[in-house]
């Protein structure tokens, strides 16, 4: 268990955390807001990037024939609406502590008594490697685990362009910061503005290589001797980011009520599987909400 935890300050704790800017997320948040539960949600402040990218929406009940920006306009009303905030920060792990989960969000950590998963489904497969030497050298979180990297030498994969922030951190600290680019730098909006102390190099990860511990990366043209390895994306997959979840193939196993094998703990969307719909996932949001709602009223009683 991380070190953070042996001290404890007295936090808010928030009746329902919910993990996701998508429809599912933000209608498990809808719903919880109705019933009065104090919520937070995390998630990204322009919502789901699948929904934006969506050219023309026919199949969401009441919106015929819609761009997926035009639906995310109305979510966003309907969100404020409500005062309901996004909060622009991403969850890397999500403890079980017995009566509360413990959020954490680089240093800072966050307390509710249920947790909803809205965290949409990774496309992405995993590095060879990557998932025997998590935690051995490969991380997920820049910021949480740069101070072991001192003096060392670190390669990171970035997803996206927020990663360019996170690879400058990493370089104030390490002796030398390869940066591996997911993205193409030069046609992406916001993208470049990393140190020039960084080597920014133009390849593919193939696999993760170490005996006790990462010790290097092999690209598709050359290999790189390292000493830890950072894989930043949008969204970790849900095993990692909740120890302990019970996964189907690469979903999270739910129950008709969308609750997991962790007590308190629901999941909605296209993270519990397909089809991969807005409509199903608003759906799912819905009955994840009212879950927590119901469990949370169990509690009290």
């Known amino acids: 268990m991380d070190n953070r935890f042996k001290k404890r300050v007295m936090l808010m704790r928030y009746d329902i955390a919910i993990i996701g800017s998508g429809p599912a997320a ?66 890397n792990n999500v403890y079980a502590m017995g009566d509360y989960f413990a959020l954490m969000s680089g240093q800072e950590m966050f307390e509710a008594t249920t947790v909803i998963l809205g965290t949409g489904v990774e496309f992405t497969r995993a590095i060879e490697g990557e998932e025997t030497f998590l935690g051995r050298g490969v991380g997920y979180c820049a910021t949480c685990d ?44 916001g993208a470049g503005d990393i140190s020039e102390n960084i080597e920014v190099i133009s390849s593919k990860a193939v696999k993760i290589e170490g005996e006790t511990h990462v010790n290097k990366l092999v690209l598709k043209d050359r290999e790189i001797d390292v000493d830890g390895v950072f894989i930043l994306k949008d969204s970790v997959s849900p095993g990692v980011l909740v120890p302990g979840l019970e996964i189907e193939g690469a979903h999270i196993k739910v129950n008709r ?19 991969y719909q807005f409509m199903k996932a608003a759906g799912e949001g819905q009955v994840a909400g009212l879950s927590a709602v119901s469990y949370l009223s169990k509690l009290d009683k």
């Not at 919880?32 to 699948?50: E, H, M, P, Q, Y």
């Not at 009520?257 to 703990?265: F, P, Q, R, V, Y």
């Open 26 to 91: 933000l209608s498990a948040a809808i719903n919880a807001k109705i019933r009065n539960k104090s919520i937070i949600v995390f998630g990204s402040k322009n919502l789901s990037n699948k929904l934006v990218k969506a050219p023309v929406v026919d199949n969401y009940l009441g919106f015929s024939n819609v761009t997926g920006i035009e639906l995310m306009e109305s979510f966003k009303k309907h969100l404020d609406n409500l005062d309901i905030e996004i909060v622009n920060k991403k969850i």
């Open 146 to 189: 740069a101070p072991l990297y001192k003096g060392k030498t670190v390669a990171i994969i970035g997803h996206t362009p927020d990663a360019e922030e996170e690879a400058n951190y990493i370089d104030e600290i390490a002796e030398k910061t390869y940066y591996i680019p997911v993205y193409d730098m030069e046609k992406t909006t």
């Open 257 to 275: 009520d969308m609750s997991t094998n962790i007590a308190g703990c629901f999941a909605a969307g296209d993270c519990t599987g397909k089809p």
